[in-house]
C-alpha cells in the first residue's frame, strides 16, 4: 500500500511540475562563448589570476580569487558576478555577454 502511495505522489508530482524548456548543450551553447569570450585570457596560452576554463577541474578549482563556480547554486558563483558585472571587474574584459549567453 505505501509504494502505491509512493507511486502516485510522484506521478502527480510530475503532473504538476512546470514543462522544461530545452536541455543545455556544452558544446551547442557553452564552448562556443568560451571560445569566443573567454579563452583568450583563461586557456591555453595564459590564464589571468591563474584562472583556466581549459577543463572542469580547473573551472572547479578556480584561481587566485577562490572558487569561481559553485555548482548547482549559480547565484553562489563569483564567475556569474563577473558576468552580469556585480563582481568587478566584470567579465569578458572590454566585452560583455548578452543575458541568453549568461543565462
Known amino acids: 500500500m505505501r509504494i502505491d502511495r509512493m507511486v502516485a505522489g510522484a506521478a ?3 503532473a504538476l511540475a512546470p514543462a522544461q524548456g530545452p536541455s543545455t548543450s556544452f ?3 557553452v564552448r ?6 573567454c579563452l583568450t585570457c583563461h586557456g591555453a596560452s595564459q590564464q589571468l589570476s591563474s ?9 572547479l578549482r578556480g584561481g587566485l580569487h577562490g572558487a569561481a563556480i559553485v555548482p548547482g547554486k549559480s547565484g553562489e558563483s563569483a564567475l556569474i558576478g563577473r558576468l552580469t558585472g556585480a563582481v568587478a571587474p566584470s567579465m569578458p574584459l572590454g566585452g560583455k555577454l548578452s543575458a ?3 543565462a
Open 12 to 14: 502527480l508530482a510530475a
Open 51 to 59: 584562472f583556466s576554463l581549459l577543463s572542469r577541474e580547473a573551472a
Open 32 to 37: 562556443p562563448i568560451l571560445e569566443r569570450s
Open 27 to 29: 558544446s551547442r551553447d
Open 100 to 102: 541568453a549567453e549568461i
